[in-house]
């Protein structure tokens, strides 16, 4: 073999230890997080199918007449019964056999009242705390830690899974073999480590692509990057193209319910009060909403105060996502934005959002989804047992570090690059460098010293 031939063998030896060891690190930080994600992701995929059978008792009436009651009636019915509760909003639907659900909140506590629109009967109340989509989107989203830890928590995560995704895929790659058993295809009949791998990374390979847009349609939510995607979906000239942008510090998903993601961020107008005004009633709302053109089923919240504005919303078809601000007085839409509205970066994010939850193309997105999700599960399942069988006893089982410097360096400059895309990504890069390097080389190295002692005493 020629020095060169053996010097880029070494090299790419070196590149290959040093990615393998980043990706160790990557799964240790963000493989946990990832099956508890993939876990409640995969049940929240199926939201509008659990409710609609764990309740049923408050969503369907039974019994369907040609007598109607009034919004308003409706209204005043739920007033009547939690004379203490503020009525934030009530939801639209076209079922004729659907209750119309009012949003309440009542000591602190939000919760969800359903009123038969035939007799006026309240079918129950359920606060949002106790439903178990709710439940789940909290582990989804916070892990459960409510606020900012746990939601950065689970953005780190996702963020190191996709540095997960792109060294795998370089470790997977194959260099020396041109056989499609243990690269696309696992080799089921062997044991050990060597099925376990094949377990791990023929699946990581063929679910690569969807878990990486499962992961990037997710981000949008996210406290950091999430929000600079949203500025930059929800800027003044995206949002105001057509109309007077209003002076208000309010903004739209701080004022009403059931707002999509790319019109979050909208501020809210005002209403032209003056004393001797009256507000319209809500079926002149809804009246102007089915003049919109307005889908179902749609949110519509009510006023907060004489300078306060109707808002009807619809955020469950992407290509019927839409808001709508209306003056209590005249009805006026003093600001619309809809999905046509959107320029192509909301209109990409507000599909993504869609896909990830299962509602893009109905219910092949939900089974694809729902593949993803399992698919990522035992993922995370089998580089926990390959690891375990790998791992020497007292020992964390990082693979060992190149000895190129240089590599070393490359490879890690690359990483911090990664970093500047994924912001909390950066910061954790170097304090996992730090450690490595100070501190989990030196628990190698006694433990070694350790093991060494016990093989001469024994």
């Keep these: 073999m020629s020095t060169t031939k053996k010097k880029k063998k070494q090299t790419s030896a070196s590149i290959y230890q040093v990615v393998w060891k980043w990706h160790f690190y990557a799964g240790i930080i963000s493989a946990p997080f990832l099956f508890i994600l993939a876990f409640s992701g995969s049940?929240?995929?199926?939201?509008?199918?659990?409710?609609?059978?764990?309740?049923?008792?408050?969503?369907?009436?039974?019994?369907?007449?040609?007598?109607?009651l009034s919004f308003s009636a409706q209204r005043d019915q739920v007033k009547e019964t939690y004379p203490d509760a503020s009525i934030s909003s009530f939801v639209l639907k076209d079922?004729?056999?659907?209750?119309?659900?009012?949003?309440?909140?009542?000591?602190?506590?939000?919760?969800?009242?359903?009123?038969?629109?035939?007799?006026?009967?309240?079918?129950?109340?359920l606060a949002d705390d106790n439903r178990l989509m709710t439940i789940f989107k909290k582990i989804?989203?916070?892990?459960?830690?409510?606020?900012?830890?746990?939601?950065?928590?689970?953005?780190?995560?996702?963020?190191?899974?996709?540095?997960?995704?792109?060294?795998?895929?370089?470790?997977?790659?194959?260099?020396?073999?041109?056989?499609?058993?243990?690269?696309?295809?696992?080799?089921v009949r062997k044991k050990g480590r060597l099925f376990w791998?094949?377990?791990?990374?023929?699946?990581?390979?063929?679910?690569?692509?969807?878990?990486?847009?499962?992961?990037?349609?997710?981000?949008?939510?996210?406290?950091?990057?999430?929000?600079?995607?949203?500025?930059?979906s929800t800027a003044p000239d995206h949002s105001y193209a057509w109309q007077e942008r209003p002076e208000s510090i309010t903004l739209s998903k701080d004022a009403a319910d059931g707002i999509p993601w790319a019109n979050e961020n909208l501020e809210m107008p005002e209403s032209e009060f003056e004393s001797e005004y009256l507000p319209i009633s809500i079926e002149d709302v809804t009246h102007i909403a089915e003049m919109e053109d307005m889908a179902y089923p749609y949110t519509l919240s009510l006023p907060d105060g004489p300078t306060g504005v109707y808002t009807i919303s619809h955020e469950t078809n992407r290509l019927d996502l839409s808001t709508k601000h209306i003056d209590q007085y005249s009805g006026t839409v003093l600001v619309s934005r809809s999905f046509q509205d959107f320029d192509l970066i909301p209109k990409l994010v507000s599909a993504g959002i869609a896909l990830h939850e299962g509602r893009l193309f109905g219910w092949p997105n939900q089974v694809l989804g729902l593949i993803t999700c399992l698919g990522l599960m035992g993922i995370v399942v089998s580089s926990f047992v390959m690891w375990k069988k790998r791992k020497p006893s007292g020992k964390l089982g990082a693979p060992p570090g190149s000895k190129d410097k240089k590599v070393t360096?490359?490879?890690?400059?690359?990483?911090?690059?990664?970093?500047?895309?994924?912001?909390?990504?950066?910061?954790?890069?170097?304090?996992?460098?730090?450690?490595?390097?100070?501190?989990?080389?030196?628990?190698?190295?006694?433990?070694?010293?350790?093991?060494?002692t016990q093989q001469r005493t024994g």
């Excluded at 009012?102 to 079918?123: K, R």
């Excluded at 878990?211 to 939510?221: C, E, R």
């Excluded at 490879?411 to 500047?420: A, K, P, S």
């Design 409 to 452: 360096r490359v490879v890690f400059f690359i990483m911090l690059g990664l970093g500047l895309i994924l912001p909390l990504v950066g910061l954790s890069i170097i304090c996992i460098y730090l450690l490595d390097r100070f501190i989990f080389s030196k628990l190698s190295f006694f433990s070694s010293k350790h093991e060494k």
């Design 43 to 68: 049940v929240y995929l199926f939201k509008p199918q659990i409710e609609a059978f764990l309740y049923q008792d408050y969503l369907v009436v039974d019994h369907v007449t040609e007598d109607r």
């Design 197 to 232: 791998r094949d377990m791990h990374a023929v699946p990581a390979f063929w679910l690569s692509i969807f878990i990486l847009i499962l992961i990037a349609t997710g981000l949008p939510w996210s406290g950091v990057l999430g929000q600079q995607i949203q500025k930059l």
């Design 95 to 125: 079922e004729p056999d659907a209750t119309t659900e009012f949003l309440i909140s009542e000591d602190g506590e939000s919760a969800s009242v359903f009123v038969n629109p035939y007799t006026g009967d309240i079918q129950g109340k």
């Design 140 to 187: 989804h989203s916070e892990l459960w830690i409510a606020g900012t830890i746990g939601n950065r928590i689970v953005e780190l995560a996702a963020c190191w899974a996709i540095i997960l995704l792109i060294t795998g895929l370089y470790i997977w790659w194959p260099r020396n073999r041109a056989s499609i058993w243990g690269t696309v295809l696992p080799r």
